[in-house]
């Protein structure tokens, strides 16, 4: 047998093409065949198109598609089977070696659900990738709705406490509002451990579109929990996609003990809204909170701290629950809408609890109901709506000296306005409303009646609440603030009814003499 060469040289000696091929098989080739073929490369593993308006806004977004093989590349696209996905330009691409191409993707919901397809790209001339998915999501929404956006789900403070190993005690959260519309804030809850602390509660922040706010989560390490600790914070918004997101806290290894828990009883009495309290506004209240369900693992007995973590505008801000460090106390409550009481509790070892809380929802019993407040201590103002009538003519204006008129269906009490709560000192609040108002314009106004001889000027603050059913009863439909002299009479405004609405005036006149009511 001759050589690898000399079988090379012999077989490239014959003429004929056949005889080529037979010499050839006849000799063992020192070299291999390449396979040729074209390689299909996708940039994208998966696309996401976030939330749009449903039935408004059309997403789009890029994919790009690559031959990265060594021939032509031909490419087929299958629709996606739901027609909120659809792509720009025909169902069949052709790539030449190393040419890439562009598809636009759309996503134009029709609904307000989430949406989920995948994109099918075959590529038959590709032995080892046929065929590509490219799974598609995205969310039909409400047009101008919140969106919460966290800078991260998860808070980790490593090592232990043993190790002195932390460099870092503070972390930042940052609480963003992606949407449209005003992101609410509620009641910020936390559970676990609670040698976890934020710097500052972001509960009932508004965020407005683009807004933020950075909250610093600070962990205490204990020798008291020498493996650390654990828990979580959950914050409620009104964003519609997201009603409650999380952010896990973990300190050290986690910990494995019991902690602390305090319970204010009584305050899941509101199926539809766990955590709160409803409460009928009539005047005010003395409310009884109770922390006697608080548990304490080590059965030594606890500590109790009550606060009041947020009160309604105009509110006097030194309310607090009394006594404040006692298993119960109590809570007067004067003003609609929501008030927020947080309990804290410390066993025998000084472990701290996380701070339970309770939101108390108080709905006004009226329809109408007007609220008055005001800075200063001894000053006196006045709140009246009237049923049309001018200042304090009787039976048509309520006020200090006309608290309950017969108003409408003689006899009928539930159409009349009437005073529901009067302050004569102290900033307030006064309150006036009226059960089932008959149609009609109601117009409120501010009176100064008396600044005890040195309070001189002072603000008032007027809030309107509306409850026709259509809305939160616990918020206003209108508040404003003006700065009263001595005698000087606010026009606030009138309410409408039955088209529940609130016009403002703002006109302000001096009455020195009309001090009393006119028979």
Known sequence: MPRGDDCMRTTTRIASPVLVLVAMAGCKSDYQTATVHPTIA???????????????????????????????????????????????????????????????????????????STLVIHS???????????????????PYAPDIDLSTTELDWPGSYASG???????????????????????????????FAMDSDPSWVVLPPGGSKIVGVTYAPSPLLPDGASGTLTIPSNDPDEPEVQVALTGGAGGTGEYPTAVISHCNDDPNHPGHMHLDLIGSTELVLDGVDSVDPLGQGLTYAWSVGYRPYGTDTTRTVDPSDQVAGTLLVDTAGHWEI????????????????????????????????????????????????????????????????????????????HLVLDATAGGGPEEVGVTVPA??????????????????????????????????????????????????????????????????????????????CLE
């Not at 806004?57 to 659809?86: C, R, W």
């Not at 002299?485 to 606010?490: A, D, H, L, S, T």
Request: proline share 6%; hydrophobic share 35%; with cysteine.
């Open 42 to 116: 996708v940039l994208s593993k998966s696309i996401d198109f976030g939330a749009a308006v449903a039935g408004t806004e059309v997403f789009t977004q890029d994919l790009e598609i690559q031959n990265v093989g060594k021939a032509t590349l031909n490419v087929d696209l299958d629709a996606p089977d739901d027609a909120a996905f659809t792509f720009a330009g025909a169902p069949h691409l052709e790539l030449a070696i190393d040419e890439s191409t562009t598809v636009t993707l759309s996503f134009a919901p029709t609904d307000l659900e989430d949406y989920a």
């Open 124 to 142: 038959p001339d590709d032995p080892d990738h046929k065929e590509v998915d490219v799974p598609l999501t995205g969310t039909g929404r409400v």
């Open 165 to 195: 190993s932390y460099d870092d005690l503070f972390l930042p959260l940052k609480i963003s509002n992606v949407g449209d519309a005003d992101l609410d804030l509620y009641s910020v809850l936390q559970d676990g451990a609670g040698v």
């Open 342 to 417: 947080g309990l804290q509790v410390t066993d025998a070892l000084g472990i701290p609890s996380p701070m339970a809380k309770c939101v108390i929802d108080a709905v006004p019993v009226d329809t109408i109901h007007v609220e008055l407040s005001w800075g200063g201590q001894l000053n006196d103002l006045d709140l009246h709506l009237s049923d049309g009538s001018a200042l304090y003519d009787v039976p048509g204006d309520v006020s200090w000296c006309n608290p309950s008129p017969d108003w409408g269906v003689a006899g009928e009490p539930s159409d009349d306005g």
């Open 439 to 516: 149609d009609g314009t109601y117009p409120v106004r501010v009176h100064y009646f008396n600044d005890a001889g040195n309070e001189g000027s002072t603000t008032a603050t007027v809030s309107v609440f509306l409850n026709d059913g259509s809305r939160d009863p616990t918020t206003p439909v209108w508040t404003g603030s003006q700065v009263l002299e001595r005698n000087q009479v606010w026009e606030v405004g009138q309410v409408n009814w039955p088209d529940a609405t609130f016009g403002t005036s703002g006109q302000v006149w001096d009455e020195e003499d009309l001090r009393e």
